[in-house]
């Protein structure tokens, strides 16, 4: 699970940002919602990196792409500084 999550954060920080670039206007038009998809695709592409772990669908992936959103979002009101 530590190797997937290693390899998610690279695919995240090398190609997420590219991605997030060529559908900028798909982006645009649906107010941000389009991330997920983008998130959902890096998470099923990210097994074929990782053996023994398996994305059986697009569907699981965007499920999961939604869930670390929630996760990252608890997390961080969780964290912050009250300045």
Known sequence: A????????????????VLLIITLPINILT?????????????WFMPSFVKGVEITGFMPALMAAIILWAVSVVVSYLLQTKD
């Open 2 to 17: 530590l190797i997937a999550a290693l390899i998610l954060g690279l695919l995240n920080a090398i190609i997420r940002p």
């Open 31 to 43: 107010l941000g919602l389009f991330t997920f998809i983008i998130n959902a695709f890096l998470i």
